[in-house]
């Protein structure tokens, strides 16, 4: 070796001491430093929550603040109390108007569009077809119902209630089966009948009194004491007719034999 060549030679211990990996040896370059990865963003509170948030320090403010009134009302606490009172009616007739605005715009929102109209016109014509529909109802009743009607004849009610179920039986063609709880007679109803015990049965301690019974089921269902409108005879019958009565009134059925 060359003078020349021994000098690089020393001058390069590394690569002296591996001469005999070979000349092809390749060295991979040494690996980059890792970037510092960047911290994730702090999640922000959603418009939800903060409003939410809001909401409860207001409440407890006004809750706070009345509480300081009533126990020391000063002209100061009292006033602080109606400032802070005033911001919530405030905000809350504001909320009262949107919801109206909405309901305007959302037929399916609008309560005086849900049931029992509140116009009158509309009204009208909502009751006119409750009557009908309540009619067609009663008369498919008379099919195979009756009306047990209670009554005494020293009574000044049942007599004054006697012509509203004659005119209901002519009208609707439900038949009224007149039943005498003391024996006596009852204008308008010549073939009443005697109490049999039904009355006991039933608990009928005031009359006048009227039942919707079906005879051959023994199913009976009271409808009301005392002297009753024919709507009010209408609207009653159709409704503990309905299949919805016994399930939120299951206690009103009874079943006994009727002779």
Request: glycine share 4%; net charge neutral; charged share 25%.
């Amino acid at each position: 070796m060359s003078p020349r060549w021994r000098w690089r030679w020393r001058r390069c211990p590394p690569l002296r001491n591996l001469w005999w990996r070979g000349w092809h040896f390749y060295e991979d370059p040494a690996p980059e430093p890792e970037a510092p990865q960047a911290e994730p963003p702090k999640a922000t509170p959603s418009t939800e929550s903060v409003v939410l948030r809001d909401f409860q320090r207001l409440q407890k403010a006004v809750e706070d603040t009345r509480n300081i009134a009533i126990m020391r009302p000063t002209e100061v606490n009292v006033r602080r109390y109606m400032e802070l009172e005033a911001q919530v009616i405030e905000r809350a007739s504001y909320f009262a108007d949107v919801a109206q605005r909405v309901a305007w715009t959302h037929p399916n929102l609008d309560p005086t569009l849900q049931g029992r109209p509140v116009n009158a016109r509309a009204l009208e014509v909502y009751e006119q077809q409750q009557n009908a529909e309540r009619s067609h109802t009663v008369t498919e009743l008379g099919r195979d119902h009756v009306l047990l009607f209670f009554f005494r004849s020293d009574c000044p009610y049942c007599h004054a209630f006697a012509p509203t179920l004659e005119a209901f039986q002519t009208r609707y063609g439900l038949q009224v089966l007149a039943i005498s709880v003391d024996g006596g007679p009852m204008p308008g109803f010549p073939n009443a009948r005697h109490d049999n015990g039904i009355a006991t049965t039933l608990y009928v301690d005031q009359v006048p009194a009227v039942f919707l019974a079906q005879p051959y089921s023994g199913r009976i269902t009271p409808i009301g004491f005392g002297v009753l409108s024919e709507a009010e005879l209408l609207e009653r019958i159709a409704t503990l007719a309905s299949p919805d009565s016994e399930r939120m009134l299951p206690g009103l059925r009874q079943v006994t034999r009727l002779q």
